[in-house]
């Protein structure tokens, strides 16, 4: 970019850039943020690099997350990953909404895999969510590179959302990690309870091994026989 924007501060070029990733006209994101039109684009004309008054950039933060949620922003958008970057309380509770997942069921939740579980499904429950999972095959397959323990976890979780074995609400659990896997909001803060200390690959362990435990047939590991050879 040939704009020299400041880092970690939402400004008017922001503005100008989320404006342009939308295709909205100034009038349209107004609309979004309860601010008229006219005040838009007379922002847009201001100096790229000067910060945005607080009180409308964080209407604006909280705007770029409902769109992210609706899909219409790329979580690798530069807007998005400041506001990713900021790591506020806003982002959690903007975070837990998007994943679908209450917070009293944080409250009572506590770190067995079981309730974890229940949790990511009910991630997976979302229609939208799983549509999300279904377009991202492509990006699902890049994680095949880290390791084969990565592929093998990703893959069978695949396996689950395509299987005509298992109805529609036994594939929630597989849909709600492959969508935590592919989602901006994974990062939830450390100090949060449960999600918090769990990463993706501990996730995507937690329900290849429900799989496993509830159908046994469909998702066990091949075992690896031996090849005898003769001397």
């Known amino acids: 970019m040939q704009m020299a924007l400041r880092l970690n501060v939402m400004t008017y070029g922001h503005l100008s850039i989320l404006l342009k990733e939308l295709e909205f006209s100034p009038e349209q994101l107004g609309e979004r943020l309860g601010i008229a039109g006219r005040t838009i684009r007379r922002w847009t004309e201001l100096p790229k690099g000067e910060k945005l008054p607080s009180l409308y950039a964080k209407a604006l933060r909280e705007t770029i997350l409902e769109f992210v949620a609706e899909g219409k922003l790329s979580s690798d958008s530069e807007v998005v990953l400041l506001t990713l970057k900021e790591g506020n309380d806003n982002f959690f509770h903007a975070a837990i909404r998007d994943l679908g997942m209450g917070e009293d069921f944080l409250k009572k939740a506590d770190q067995s895999p079981d309730s974890i579980v229940e949790g990511i499904?009910?991630?997976?429950?979302?229609?939208r969510k799983r549509a999300s999972v279904d377009r991202s095959k492509e990006k699902l397959s890049t994680y095949h590179k880290i390791s084969e323990e990565w592929k093998y976890r990703v893959q069978t979780l695949y396996k689950a959302i395509t299987s005509k074995d298992l109805n529609g609400f036994e594939k929630f659990a597989a849909y709600g990690a492959l969508f935590y896997l592919i989602s901006p909001f994974d990062l939830i803060p450390d100090h949060i309870p449960v999600?918090?200390?769990?990463?993706?690959?501990?996730?995507?362990?937690?329900?290849?091994?429900?799989?496993?435990?509830?159908?046994?047939?469909?998702?066990?590991?091949?075992?690896?026989?031996?090849?005898?050879?003769?001397?």
């Open 121 to 127: 499904a009910q991630i997976g429950s979302n229609e």
């Open 195 to 231: 999600f918090g200390l769990m990463d993706d690959y501990v996730i995507l362990g937690l329900v290849v091994a429900y799989y496993i435990k509830r159908f046994p047939k469909i998702f066990a590991k091949p075992e690896i026989k031996e090849v005898k050879t003769e001397v």
